[in-house]
């Protein structure tokens, strides 16, 4: 711990020294521009070292320097200098801190980097058309800064393995041109930006490629069938976009993918009513569309599927009792469609479940006391259906607002106000005496909802445990990708990382 002592400058001497490595080291001060001094450096990794103050400049000027790690110092700041003919920059990285500025035109004479990580940081502007001149690029990674302007063509770096230019201000379309030729391209990040336009045909003809992220875009047309020939494809989210046309039946029958996320476009038909013994899905979200029907068969249980989202589409007839056989299920949203009939007894199968929303639907009859077998619900909503009769009793289920049953017109009990018809009361109290029974129930009520709400006070929303199931699921397709917590703006935070 401590700061970067000022003697440093008699390290100087050491004129052969080519590698510094300080990282996670609380230093806690500023950057010295003695470091632009060493006559031989090549490596300079200060990671997570609490750094402040502005970054000289100097130091990134260094003829000898290829190696650079600045990254996860929130307080450090600084812009990117115009770089000189043959530059020999390898890796530079300066994710998680202050720096701002444009990407400099004169990126195009380090003709030698490899990996390019500014991610979380302030950059602004449109990327330089030069770019598409590195051509020894692996890793693009831009994402979380204030990029504008159409994506350059990066067809000339036939090594590249990861882009993400995630959640920036990118316009205009992705072509054929942008991607073409990139074959090791393994993952590909572009999602919550302002892109528009149609999927390239060059996106799925990359052999390599695991995972494609585009959700939040303005994104139309169709999904190609051509898709159906990607054969190593893991992950596809096209959320939040304008696609349309059906739902390619292959994707629901891939043998690689695991996630496949489709909310909130305007794709309609059917899901198709078939998943094979080699259905790999683990994470199925179609809500938000204009789909239709509801009569799933499944070859086999998907028995490692997790999360299931269909809401707000056009499904009707009953709940498939074949999604009660997801027996890992932990997230499953069927609301907003036209679903009737009664909720099935079997959904006491899904034990490992967290939340269930069967809300705004058409179904009846009474609650299943089946319910109460899931001890893990932590959200449930059955709100706005045609239920009836008493909420059972004596269960967790009276541990819920009273906001997941509103709705149900001929539904009562607690911890619903409505009493139910029938119901055999005592003689009234005297002024003076205790309602035991009243009591009973009461304690009984409270010391009930004290056992269920103690432990639901260390879990997570449902909301965002869903995509923090995704970052897992993610860790586990890409090796290279780690969680880690980290504290920015005093707050805690937890991230993906990619591990070089």
């Known amino acids: 711990m401590g700061q970067i002592p000022i003697e440093i400058s008699s390290l100087t001497r050491l004129e052969n020294l080519s590698i510094i490595r300080l990282d996670e080291n609380n230093l806690s001060s500023p950057v010295s521009e003695t470091f632009a001094n060493f006559p031989n450096l090549t490596t300079l990794h200060l990671s997570s070292c609490r750094l402040t103050g502005k970054f000289p400049k100097k130091i990134l000027q260094l003829a000898t320097l290829s190696d650079i790690d600045l990254s996860f110092n929130y307080d450090l700041y600084g812009s990117l200098p115009e770089f000189p003919p043959n530059g020999p920059f390898q890796t530079l990285i300066v994710s998680h801190t202050r720096f701002s500025g444009v990407l400099p035109a004169s990126i195009n004479n380090l003709g030698q980097l490899s990996t390019l990580d500014l991610s979380n940081s302030h950059f602004n502007g449109t990327l330089p058309s030069s770019m598409s001149r590195l051509g020894e690029l692996t890793y693009l990674l831009l994402s979380f800064n204030n990029f504008t302007g159409p994506i350059p063509s990066l067809n000339m770096s036939r090594n590249l393995i990861h882009l993400d230019l995630s959640h920036n201000d990118f316009t205009g379309s992705i072509t054929s041109v942008h991607l073409e030729g990139l074959r090791e391209l393994v993952l590909v990040d572009l999602q919550d930006n302002l892109l528009n336009g149609s999927l390239p045909s060059s996106l799925f003809s990359l052999p390599l490629l695991r995972s494609i992220q585009l959700s939040n875009n303005s994104l139309s047309g169709s999904i190609p069938q051509f898709l159906c020939n990607h054969s190593s494809l893991l992950v596809l989210d096209v959320s939040y976009n304008l696609f349309n046309g059906t739902i390619p039946e292959c994707l629901t029958q891939s043998e690689t993918l695991v996630v ?25 979200d179609f809500n938000n569309n204009l789909l239709k029907g509801l009569q799933l068969e499944f070859v086999k249980v998907l028995s490692l599927i997790t999360s299931v ?42 034990k490992q479940i967290e939340s269930l929303d069967l809300s705004s639907n058409n179904l009846d009859g009474e609650i299943p006391t089946q319910l ?94 869903y995509w923090q199931r995704v970052d897992f699921i993610l860790c586990c397709i890409f090796p290279q990708l780690s969680l880690e917590y980290e504290t920015r703006g005093g707050h805690g935070y937890q991230v993906l990382r990619w591990r070089y």
């Open 309 to 350: 989202d269909f809401s707000s589409n056009n499904f009707h007839g009953t709940i498939p009792e074949e999604l009660m056989n997801f027996k890992r299920i932990i997230f499953l949203n069927l609301s907003h469609n036209a679903l009737e009939g009664q909720i099935p007894s079997s959904i006491g199968n899904l």
């Open 260 to 284: 496949l996320n489709l909310q909130h476009n305007k794709f309609h038909g059917s899901i198709p009513d078939k998943f094979p013994v080699s259905c790999a899905l683990k994470t199925l």
């Open 372 to 465: 109460e077998n899931l001890n893990f619900l932590s959200y449930l909503n059955l709100s706005f259906n045609h239920l009836e009769g008493k909420i059972p009793v004596g269960t967790q289920l009276q541990s819920f607002d009273a906001s997941s049953f509103a709705g149900n017109v001929e539904l009562c009990g607690p911890p619903l106000i409505k009493n139910c018809s029938g119901e055999i009361h005592g003689l009234p109290m005297s002024p003076h005496g205790i309602g035991w029974n009243i009591l009973r129930a009461e304690l009984g009520f409270v010391l009930g909802l004290g056992l269920v709400i103690g432990p639901l006070l260390f879990w997570k929303q449902w909301r965002q445990h």
